[in-house]
């Protein structure tokens, strides 16, 4: 039986035609009644609409057939596959991702046509296809092959990155630290599987757990070369939070701190924080932590005109200090809303952080007020009962979150006589391009996605 996409609007009769197959079991699609003048750069094409002919191809002589059709009004060739899915590819894209040797190179995988030389008004003159592959010639001279499995992954409509497609979920208090998702850190290091649910936990709820560290200082910066590369700050690749003389921060305090994200006066702040715990403090100093998308959200839905000023309003932020790896003086600083919304206005980032709080501002003098209000207002929802979740970071395990969606906190705790430490984390950060990256290897490889 013959199947024919068939475009609707056109105002055009297609023949319908079935071609015998041949050995090499190739359906042909031919172009009759047509004139096409051939362009390159700034010359144009000209086309009168033609009739169109299709065949079926049934490779081995089985009755399953993947069918397309070219469509020069609307530029794209319609693909309909044995599983019954189908696509509509337009003639720029296909003639854009041609994956010959000209067109591309395989060992650096990067395209090689140069916008210069490429038509944009390019048409298919024609195509045939087979069980392993299409064929298009186009318009411009070039001849372009397409494995079929290649079509079928980038059928359209495309999602850019299926990293889009992972799951997000919310939380509040319910999620106490025994319904954290939990790992074990000989399973990451050893297992991708488990290091795969690993990050795209962290994409998902934003935090988890992971055991059997030890107290090795090195046993965070491990996990996240398993990874990628650490992040390097003005506080180096990998920092110790403890009670230190003249601290160049509150965090080696051991005074309260709010929750707050960690960098925010970056242009680009770091994604991924590992807190790992090396000694526990007998009295106080246990960790705070809020979903501050939730937040941003329930803000949105209950007090609108405080999510506007927040998502709007930039809120500037600072900090000066030594470089803990050059050794030379930094001043560090950056504007940004505290709720930052991607192009889509869904919430992107949070950026929230009273000590690094910058002292100038763009706000007006008459609209100084309503922004202290809405800082003061996102600051109380984030300590509300039901958003707060609070405890200890144990010898041995890890706390690992999303910086610039989870806020995080202290309580204060007690700095015996002679400044000893009570209470010892070690940190350091990964950003979301090296874990996407992996979660896009291990899924390529496990054919997950790819």
């Known amino acids: 039986m013959l199947r024919v996409l068939s475009r609707t609007n056109v105002g055009l009769s297609i023949l319908r035609k079935t071609f015998p197959i041949t050995t090499s079991a190739v359906a042909t699609h031919q172009l009759t009644n047509h004139h096409l003048t051939c362009t390159h750069q700034n010359q144009r094409v000209s086309t009168q609409r033609h009739q169109l ?8 002589g089985e009755h399953a057939a993947s069918t397309f059709t070219i469509d020069n009004k609307s530029e794209t060739i319609d693909i309909l596959f044995d599983d019954n899915t189908s696509s509509r590819y337009p003639f720029v894209w296909l003639r854009d991702n041609c994956p010959c040797d000209e ?11 140069l916008v210069d030389d490429f038509d944009v008004d390019v048409i298919a003159r024609d195509a045939k296809m087979d069980s392993e592959k299409m064929t298009i010639y186009w318009t411009d001279g070039h001849m372009s092959e397409y494995p079929i499995n290649w079509l079928r992954n980038y059928k359209f409509p495309q999602v850019t990155d299926h990293i889009q497609e992972l799951k997000v979920s919310y939380w509040g208090s319910e999620m ?40 090795e200082r090195d046993a965070s910066l491990k996990l996240t070369e398993r990874v990628g590369h650490p992040r390097s700050t003005c506080y180096g690749i990998d920092w110790e939070v403890k009670s230190k003389p003249e601290p160049n921060n509150l965090a080696y305090t051991g005074c309260r701190l709010c929750l707050h994200n960690d960098l925010p006066f970056y242009m680009y702040e770091p ?55 050059s050794k030379s003086q930094y001043y560090i600083k950056h504007s940004k809303p505290v709720i930052s919304l991607d192009l889509n206005g869904n919430i992107d980032k949070i950026n929230f952080n009273q000590h690094v709080r910058g002292i100038r501002t763009d706000v007006s003098v008459d609209n100084m007020k309503s922004l202290y209000r809405a800082w003061k207002k996102f600051n109380t929802t984030l300590y509300k009962q039901e958003n707060l ?57 496990k054919n997950i996605f790819f």
């Open 53 to 60: 002919t299709t065949a079926t191809y049934s490779p081995n």
């Open 103 to 113: 067109c591309f190179d395989k060992s650096s995988l990067q395209r090689k046509i």
């Open 176 to 215: 106490t630290k025994d319904k954290l998702l939990t790992f074990s850190f000989q399973d990451l290091m050893n297992d991708d599987d488990a290091l795969y649910s690993w990050m795209v936990s962290l994409h998902t709820h934003g935090i988890n757990l992971v055991t059997d560290m030890g107290t």
């Open 271 to 325: 994604c991924i924080q590992l807190l790992h715990g090396i000694k526990v403090s007998d009295i106080g100093g246990e960790s705070e932590f809020v979903d501050g998308f939730k937040v941003a959200y329930d803000l949105k839905r209950d007090d609108p005109d405080t999510f506007r000023i927040l998502s709007t309003v930039p809120v500037g932020f600072s900090d000066q200090g030594v470089d803990e790896v």
């Open 389 to 445: 979740i609070s405890f200890k970071i144990q010898q041995g395990e890890a706390v690992c979150f999303n910086n610039i969606r989870t806020l995080h906190g202290r309580a204060e705790f007690l700095v015996p006589a002679g400044n000893a430490v009570p209470r010892h984390l070690h940190g350091n950060y990964i950003d979301w391009d090296s874990i996407y990256s992996r979660i896009r290897v291990i899924a390529r490889n």
